[in-house]
């Protein structure tokens, strides 16, 4: 038997032009917009090859002049330009991962040494998957933020793992201007940020669509805290004096020394900080934490700076070894909180604050006027266009604020899943907090 | 009270000031009374709801004059649960609030959340582990707008649904057809348990029960045309007049529904039926789906108006109702 709405679905909307009739990433009948390969690929391709021939061209019949030779005498800073430091830093971190020799079945030595890993790592890792990309996602979805995972694995990766590199690329010239920087510290700062990077955009993409990311949140800055502790007693136990064979039990004996002392207090306010918020996001209602964390971040933050003071010109002028210490570990003890901090503040913000880049979404297509009740019924919603664009442009749609029915047709009916009633429920309220709600807000008696 | 442009402003207002000046009153006082010490949570709760209030408005405040009783819900409710051996709490209005979500859909949010912050204490103060509600609206907002953690929200239907309620052969065994409105706020508006095939599994166990659907129903179904008891005007009265046509087309005897909102107002125009011509008539019933379920049980009919509609039996044998001036 067929139902009369499915009667109304295939016969008024889904014969007509532009409606189709297949739906999801697997429809054959209608394909929008012009695919990549190979219409853009031919199209690119001309016009890089009049580029080369320009190019060409220009170097053949204007040659430019080549400047002085090179002084043998004097050692160069090698450097190439800044959109290939990247390269250049993947080269130099390449020994550290291992050499493997093996013969292959044809009889041939492949040896992966770090020249071989140099290779793979400056051009295969990082270009290729950027030609593979149109490839491998077959997604129409173009927004960044309604694509999270391919976002957040394009913001750490091609953002902070290369910039990283980048930076990595001039270690030579940081360990000469900070001696008391260790080049094992630079060389993990390539690995663990972009990491971290990744998750954070993660969460602050997937809050956007109203998840709920308390686990995330916990999960994250619980192993941030776990990682600033493990740190800090490594710190403590093998710090800046590792050079005197001194065991780490004895050296616990020496918290009160003069060296000790402003390590111990910057190990502590770095050790709470991260408890605290730990403890805000997995045990504190979401508005409370993020009071907890405001206050705790602010107290956190003079604290440091009036120690750093104290200990530098006041009580003892001289402990630079405690300052080398936290420099050698600066990438736990201070990206790490902060890494919390900012993973906090995405998960927990609050939805409604995003709310008109939802409504952002509409693309116009109608299908809520098509189905919204009052639009039937209202005389001057008779000539409306579209219930929820309108509405966010503030323009007049017939169906002002307190006409709306809340009963939620037109979100049953969008493609892109927009909840009108919650704006509806938002604006409301936000009307109604200055006393202007449906009957006044006056209660009886007033 | 600041001044709105009136294209945007309250342009349509409550038409039961009253009823909701007194049930925002309530948010006044929020002194959580001395309840006897709870040694054992109760397992079950049900929490009838605002529908006492629309009873009353209803039937004495000459607004209308119609014939639904909403106290029905009620009696239905209790007597349903009691046949699945469930002896629930009654949370009635003696120390519980309104559910606020009339409030929070008018812009009244500051009422809402005091109402909300009392029911809360209160349902943990009985260390409630089911809350049962009768009221689509009600098992919207305490499942979505409250924050009840451990507390687990059902609309009757589900319960009943769940834990097997089975009805008697009929007596008469006359075939009836009967269709079924869905609420906005249990079926569409529900992100989690929307409330659709419950309500419709209980009538299919009606031996001589019949469901049809309406034009539009489950996720596309027709608002009845009045949310958050704002704005009665010809406008919305002619949304639920296209509601209850679509169901006279389909020539049915019962049209449920599962939430007092839908009842009021579809109650409301089926009175009209008095000063309407003979063939304009609607010919079914209206009646809530608890009223409806527990009419097929065996026991005592439930029911304490036996002005609705008395020739239940057969609707289309008389033309005009009995006790239509």
């Not at chain 1, 050499?99 to 051009?123: Q, S, Y």
């Not at chain 1, 940081?174 to 920087?181: A, E, K, R, V, Y």
């Not at chain 2, 509601?243 to 109650?267: I, S």
């Amino acid at each position: 038997m067929t139902l009369p709405m499915q009667t109304m679905k295939e016969g008024v909307y889904e014969e007509r032009p532009g409606f189709p009739t297949q739906y999801g990433p697997d429809r054959t009948d209608y394909q929008p917009g012009v695919p990549f390969w190979p219409h853009e690929a031919y199209r690119d391709l001309v016009i890089v090859f009049v580029l080369m021939a320009i190019l060409l061209f220009l170097s053949a019949a204007y040659t430019p002049e080549v400047g002085p030779a090179a002084n043998p005498a004097i050692q160069p800073f090698i450097v190439p330009d800044w959109y290939l430091l990247f390269s250049w830093g993947l080269l130099k971190l390449a020994d550290v991962l291992p050499t493997i020799v093996f013969t292959d079945p044809l009889g041939n030595l492949i040896n992966m040494d770090a020249a071989f890993w140099g290779n793979m790592l400056t051009f295969p890792l990082v270009l290729v998957p950027l030609l593979l990309l149109p490839f491998i996602d077959r997604g129409r979805e173009t927004r960044p933020a309604k694509a999270p995972v391919r976002t957040a694995v394009g913001v750490g990766f091609y953002l902070g793992f290369l910039f990283f590199s980048s930076l990595y690329a001039t270690n030579d010239r940081i360990l000469q201007s900070w001696p008391f920087i260790a080049d094992d510290a630079l060389k993990w700062m390539v690995i663990i940020p972009p990491i971290l990077i990744t998750f954070a955009t993660y969460v602050g993409i997937r809050r956007l669509g109203f998840r709920d990311m308390y686990w995330w949140n916990v999960l994250l800055i619980g192993s941030a805290f776990a990682v600033v502790l493990l740190m800090s007693l490594w710190a403590f136990a093998l710090g800046p004096w590792a050079a005197d064979g001194m065991s780490p039990i004895d050296r616990l004996g020496t918290l009160g020394d003069q060296n000790a002392w402003p390590l111990t207090v910057f190990m502590v306010i770095v050790i709470l900080y991260s408890a605290v918020l730990f403890y805000a996001t997995a045990f504190l209602k979401e508005r409370k934490a993020k009071e907890v964390v405001l206050a705790a971040s602010v107290i956190t933050f003079f604290a440091v700076v009036i120690a750093a003071k104290g200990f530098a010109d006041w009580i003892f002028p001289a402990t630079f070894s405690a300052l080398k210490t936290i420099a050698l570990y600066s990438n736990y003890f201070i990206a790490l909180p902060l890494f919390a901090l900012v993973t906090f503040y995405l998960g927990t913000r609050t939805p409604y604050s995003t709310y008109e880049y939802l409504l952002n979404e509409c693309y116009q297509c109608g299908k809520c006027h098509t189905v919204c009740p009052v639009t039937k019924v209202e005389d001057d919603a008779l000539g409306g266009l579209n219930l929820v664009y309108n509405t966010f442009k503030k323009q007049h749609d017939g169906v002002p604020l307190w006409t709306c029915l809340a009963c939620d047709a037109c979100s049953a009916v969008c493609p892109l899943d927009i909840k009108y009633s919650d704006y509806i429920l938002e604006e409301r309220s936000k009307v109604g907090a200055q006393g202007a709600a449906a009957d006044g807000g006056r209660r009886y008696g007033e | 009270m600041i001044a709105l442009d009136p294209e945007y402003g309250p342009a349509r207002t409550i038409p039961h000031p009253v009823m909701f000046r007194v049930l925002d009153s309530e948010s006044d006082e929020t002194t959580v009374p001395k309840v006897f010490p709870v040694e054992k949570g109760a397992e079950w709760a049900y929490y009838p709801g605002c529908i006492d209030y629309y009873d009353q408005e209803m039937q004495f405040s000459h607004l209308n004059y119609g014939d639904t009783d909403h106290g029905i819900i009620f009696d239905s409710s209790v007597k349903l649960l009691k046949a699945v051996g469930i002896e629930p709490v009654i949370l009635d209005r003696s120390f519980m609030k309104c559910c606020g979500h009339d409030q929070l859909w008018q812009g009244k949010l500051d009422v809402f959340q005091k109402m909300r912050d009392y029911n809360t204490k209160i349902i943990k103060t009985l260390g409630i582990k089911n809350l049962v509600t009768s009221c689509a609206e009600g098992y919207r907002t305490f499942k979505l707008d409250y924050r009840l953690d451990g507390v687990n929200v059902r609309h009757v239907t589900q319960v009943l649904y769940e834990r097997g309620l089975r009805f008697p052969p009929p007596k008469d065994g006359k075939a009836i057809r009967v269709t079924y409105q869905d609420p906005c706020r249990s079926c569409r508006q529900m992100p989690v348990d929307p409330i659709y095939e419950e309500p419709r599994e209980l009538i299919r166990r009606v031996e001589n029960a019949e469901l049809v659907e309406l034009k539009t129903f489950r996720a596309d179904a027709q608002c009845c045309g009045v949310a958050q008891m704002m704005y009665c005007n010809d406008k919305t009265k002619g949304l639920t007049a296209s509601r209850m046509d679509e169901a006279k087309e389909l020539d049915v005897d019962y049209l449920l529904t599962a939430c007092p909102k839908c009842l009021t107002h579809f109650g409301c125009l089926h009175h009209e039926n008095r000063w309407k011509p003979e063939e304009e008539r609607y010919r079914y019933r209206v009646i809530d789906i608890t009223h409806f379920l527990a009419e097929r049980l065996e026991g005592e009919t439930v029911g304490r108006a036996p002005s609705v509609i008395p020739q239940a039996q057969d609707p289309r044998a008389k033309g005009r109702p009995q006790g239509a001036e």
